[in-house]
C-alpha cells in the first residue's frame, strides 16, 4: 500500500514535472512571441513615422506650390491692372486726339472756304485790273 502510495505520488510528480515542462516551454513559446509581436510593433511604427515624413513632405510641396501659385496669379492680377491703367490711359490719349483732329479738320474747312473767298475776292479784283487797265 505503501508503494503503490510512494508510486501514485511520483506519478503525481512526473505530472507535475510535465506541466511544469510545458508550463516552461507555453512560456519560452508566449515569450517568443512577444518578441516577434515587439518586432511587428517596431516595424509597424517605423512605417507609421516613414509614412508621416513622407505625409510631411507632400504637404511641404503642396504649401510650397500653392505659394508660389497664389504669388503668380497675384503678379498676374498686378499685371491686369497695369494694362487696364495703360488701357484708360490710351483711351484718353486716343479722345484727345480725335478731339484735336476734329478741330483741325474743322480749322482746315474754315481756313479752304477762307482762302475760296480769297481766291473768287482776287480773281475779282485782278478782272477789275484788267478792265481798268
Known sequence: V??????ERL?????????TGKLAASKIDLSARM???????????KDLV???????KMK????????ELKNMILALENRVLELELCSEKVT???????????????????LADEYIILK???LALGKELDQEV
Open 11 to 19: 506519478y503525481g510528480l512526473r505530472d507535475l514535472q510535465e506541466r
Open 92 to 110: 484718353g490719349e486716343r479722345d484727345a486726339l480725335r478731339e484735336r483732329l476734329h478741330a483741325l479738320e474743322s480749322s482746315r474747312k474754315e
Open 35 to 45: 518578441v516577434f509581436s515587439e518586432e511587428d510593433k517596431l516595424k509597424i511604427s
Open 60 to 67: 511641404e510641396q503642396y504649401e510650397t506650390e500653392n505659394f
Open 50 to 56: 516613414d509614412l508621416q515624413i513622407e505625409t510631411n
Open 2 to 7: 505503501q508503494l503503490q502510495d510512494r508510486n
Open 120 to 122: 473768287s475776292n482776287y
